[in-house]
């Protein structure tokens, strides 16, 4: 029996491994999103229309579930905020997340309500289901704030690039509006975050919105402290008509020292962090290692030797 257990959860773990592996790394279609991006023309049509299909096809079944949920103007006005800053701007991204905690809580309470007869206490097995619907629900939340803070960290750590850039084009004679369709094409491939974010500023722009308004909806979006920051300098630029690049080298130094001092804060934090691993973990092997067998012959020779004397 211990030899079909090891061999099926050695099985189980192949092919999870073959499966990850084979879906980021050796995947066939991997080669052809690649040459999506640089040229659309070499791709036959149906290949991405099928594609876009078996992407899709999840989110249009959680789109009808989610708006089964009722919600409040208020509370999906904010998760719209929160799925526009992780980078969800599709009409059905709303109902597709509600309708996402609908079915892991539902799935969830269901593994509950399975594994609370292997419970033998009563209070816990009326209680598993519950914690775990729960859970189901809370999960989809949880990871959309991890995406909204981790994409967050990639235009903070973008934005030094993106004012350099923003120098080099106003020091070369063109406009601001000009400079933000040069860096979003620029840092595309770089850094695709904030360069869609300037991509919307410019279609925003383009649209006829003000150059004012559309640079406080790309600080509204985002929700990052330090493009809020950026925007109010462009604005007060392009208002009193002070200089640009100045304004913007001096914010990029700022910005790069700030990170500097953010890693090296990082880094005297490690030494504290490393006390309770190294007292659980390390210095108990160490102490066995060391001090075991001298503990071993302690016992094998003196306390014999002791017994005898009694």
């Known amino acids: 029996m211990p030899i079909v257990i090891a061999i099926g959860v050695f099985v189980l773990l192949a092919g999870l491994v073959s499966a990850f592996g084979y879906s980021h790394y050796v995947k066939p279609t991997r080669l052809l999103d690649q040459l999506v991006t640089t040229t659309s023309d070499t791709l036959p049509s149906s290949l991405t229309e099928r594609k876009q299909k078996v992407n899709f096809s ?26 526009t800053a992780a980078g969800f701007r599709s009409r059905s991204a709303v109902p597709v997340f509600y309708g996402s905690k609908i079915v892991l809580a539902v799935g969830l309470v269901a593994l509950g309500l399975v594994l609370r007869h292997k419970v033998s206490n009563r209070i816990l097995s009326v209680v598993t289901p519950v914690a775990c619907g729960g859970l189901g629900y809370a999960l989809p939340g949880i990871i959309l704030g ?24 106003s020091e070369a004679g063109s406009g601001l509006d000009q400079s933000l369709v ?30 004012a308004d559309a640079l406080r909806n790309f600080g509204r979006r985002t929700g990052e ?86």
């Open 58 to 83: 999840f989110a249009q079944l959680l789109e009808p579930i989610g708006n089964m949920l009722p919600i409040s103007s208020q509370d999906a006005l904010a998760t719209k905020h929160e799925l």
């Open 146 to 169: 991890r995406l909204v803070k981790r994409r967050q960290e990639k235009i903070r750590f973008a934005l030094p690039d993106v004012l350099d850039l923003l120098v080099v084009c």
């Open 182 to 211: 040069n860096v979003a094409r620029e840092l595309k491939t770089v850094h695709p975050a904030v360069a869609e974010e300037l991509a919307i500023v410019n279609m925003e722009i383009m649209a006829g919105k003000g150059r």
């Open 225 to 310: 402290e330090e493009v809020k920051k950026l925007t109010a300098i462009l604005i007060q630029t392009d208002r009193f008509g002070t200089s640009v690049s100045e304004a913007l080298r001096t914010q990029s130094d700022f910005l790069r020292v700030r990170r500097r001092q953010e890693a090296e804060e990082r880094a005297g934090k490690v030494g504290v962090k490393l006390v309770f691993p190294i007292f659980f973990f390390c210095l108990p092997s160490l102490l066995v290692v060391t001090a075991g067998p001298g503990i071993v012959q302690l016992f094998e020779n003196l306390f014999p030797i002791m017994n005898k004397l009694h």
